[in-house]
């Protein structure tokens, strides 16, 4: 079964989720100024995120931060810990992954999630 065009509100933004199969999702992150997602991982999902608008940053596998911007690209394999913020600016990514949603292990998170 499909699903498309949900929106999600989280407390550092909203996901608009494009399409959601059984193969993969399609999803618009928007990171609002002077927020961050989890410090986090997941144990099956593989992500692919590219910076659509905006600058931010992104740590992965626990190195320092770097800047991001429009038209990078990363790669998230499975296990590898990462995390998006940003600064005084929104910040929107596009995001492709495999179908699990709900596969998120938080190891640290501003809003209590973890």
Known sequence: MTKVNEVIE??????HILVHNDKYVIKRIIVDPHQRLSQQFHKEKHETMMI?????????R????????????????????????????????LEVSTPELFDVVRLEDDYGRA
């Open 62 to 93: 626990y190195e320092d931060k770097v800047v991001v911007k429009p038209g990078d690209i990363f790669e998230i394999e499975p296990l590898v810990c990462h995390r998006v913020s940003t600064d005084n600016e929104s910040l929107s990514i």
């Open 52 to 60: 659509e608008k905006g600058q931010g940053y992104i740590s992965l």
């Open 10 to 15: 989280k407390p550092w933004g909203r996901e």
